[in-house]
Every structure is written in C-alpha cells, then in structure tokens.
C-alpha cells in the first residue's frame, strides 16, 4: 500500500493467524533489492472494542511511534475490507485509540491526539553552524527546518540554501537524527520551504534511516510549526516528495493544538505471497 508515496507491506491477520515478525524478517521484508521493499510493514488483526488493530513496524524492524501514513493506509484496508461499516472508525494502534474516516475512495482523514510537544525556534548546531529550528512530538518525535536557514558553506555567513530541491536531506538529516540532544532515541528530521501559503517538505525518517517519499506526522509537525509563522490559512496543505499532498487542520487554542486532522491519499499498489 502507499500513502501519498510512504509505501508499506500489509499483513491481515484474518488470511495469516498468529503471523508474528522477528526483527531480522521486517529488515528483509522492507529491503528494496532482495525482497518486496518497503518504508514499513502493517500487521491488522480484530480487536475487542474497536474495529480493529494496527501494529506498525519501521524498515530496521523498530516500532513505538505513530506512523501517520501507514495508518491511513490501514484504515482504507479495513474500510475495503468492512472491519467496520460506515465510513467512521475507531482502532487501536501501539496501544492507543485513534479514529479515522474515509472521505473519499482513496482519500483519508486521520484524527489526531494533541501533540505531546511543542518547541518553537530553538537552535541546532549541526554542519558545523547553528541552525534554528522547531520541533513537534504528534505521536513521534520530529524536528523541523526551513532550509533558507540553512548555510551553504559553513564559513561564508552570506549564503543559504535557497532550493529544497538541492538540499542535502540525507547527510544533515542523518546528522541531526542522531544529534546528541535527541538521544537515547533520536529524531525525525523535515525540512521545508513555504511558497504562495504552501509547504512544500522532505524528510529523513528514523527507522528508514534515509529519506522517504511522503510523512505524515512529519508534515502534521510542519505546518503546526510553519502556519502561524507565516499566517497560513488553514486547513495547511502539503507538498511531499512524491509529488502528492497532504492536508492538516487544527485548531490552536492558546498555544494547545486540538481537532488535529491529516488528509491524504491511500491506495493498494499490489497483492501477492510471500513465504515467511
């Protein structure tokens, strides 16, 4: 399945019972050159009380966080699949109630809890500079930057990265993903420019260890960071990687984010076997 370019396997627990994943099988799973390749891998079983849940797990085999993305996808695969009738759900994933909603045959709204954490304007020293920056935990870790606050050369004050096109994702992405300040569990990394009231972002995801085409809480974290910085009408829309956008609402209510809502697309790209 991909989520406006964040691809995952998807297992359904109905079709494979008591199918459970050692670390080692999620990192060959997701890996691009020898097997089906992936950002992450879905599990979907029944759940008492909700329609249904979802367990995610990152492409090194980790999990914990909230991926936004994979879990829109999930909510289209149960939505196809009637776990749940309507087009309003409520599921469990990583332990906590999420409800979502299909607006569309391929297009789906994921209904946040209020961010953990806000950090607005701080600084980062990292490519040897200090770099200024926000951060947003809405349901895992993610630092933000605008890459016009960004040196070309660490030496010449006068000169800053003025394309996200020509950013170095990977290398200042990794960097501050293992950056001291975020230890023991590092971070998610976005950066983003703003042109005519949209964003447009890549980011370095932990876990992929490397850039991905779309994320979601990555993008929820920038326009949280971005909107009332440059007054952007709300909802805020998203260009990703891919090409694809993505849509956050909110409402900012002194400071506390509440009604946080994502919107994007989510389909299935194939379906087949594999042997475990």
């Known amino acids: 399945m991909s989520g406006a370019g964040n691809d995952f396997i998807l297992f359904d627990s109905k079709i494979n019972p008591e199918l459970k994943f050692s670390s080692e099988q999620i990192k060959k799973l997701c890996d691009r050159q020898n097997c089906i390749g992936a950002d992450g891998i879905l599990l979907i079983s029944d759940s008492d009380g909700h329609d249904f849940e979802l367990k995610y797990f990152n492409a090194d085999g980790s999990t914990g966080a909230l991926c936004a993305n994979g879990t829109r996808c999930g909510i289209k695969y149960a939505y196809s699949t009637g776990k749940f009738s309507g087009t309003k759900t409520t599921f469990v994933s990583n332990g906590i109630i999420y409800s979502g909603e299909m607006i ?3 297009k789906v709204k994921l209904y946040f809890n209020s961010p953990s ?40 004050p006068k000169r800053f990265f003025e394309s996200l096109d020509d950013f170095p994702v990977y290398n200042l992405g990794k960097e501050i993903r293992y950056h001291k300040d975020f230890a023991p569990h590092g971070t998610n990394v976005n950066f983003i420019e703003v042109h005519n009231s949209e964003i447009y972002i890549r980011t370095y995801e932990r876990g992929v260890e490397n850039e991905t085409l779309a994320c979601g809480t990555g993008s929820v974290a920038a326009a949280i960071i971005t909107q009332d910085k440059y007054n952007l009408t709300l909802p805020v829309s998203l260009t990703t990687r891919s090409g694809e956008k993505l849509e956050v609402n909110f409402n900012d209510n002194n400071g506390i984010i509440e009604d946080l809502t994502l919107i994007g697309p989510a389909i299935v790209t194939f379906k087949g076997e594999i042997t475990i």
């Not at 770099?131 to 993610?142: C, E, F, L, S, T």
């Open 117 to 156: 954490t806000i950090k607005r304007n701080f600084k980062i020293k990292a490519a040897g500079q200090l770099i200024n920056a926000g951060y947003v935990d809405p349901g895992g870790p993610h630092v933000v930057i605008e890459v016009k606050d960004v040196l070309l050369d660490s030496k010449n």
């Open 104 to 106: 569309g045959e391929d």
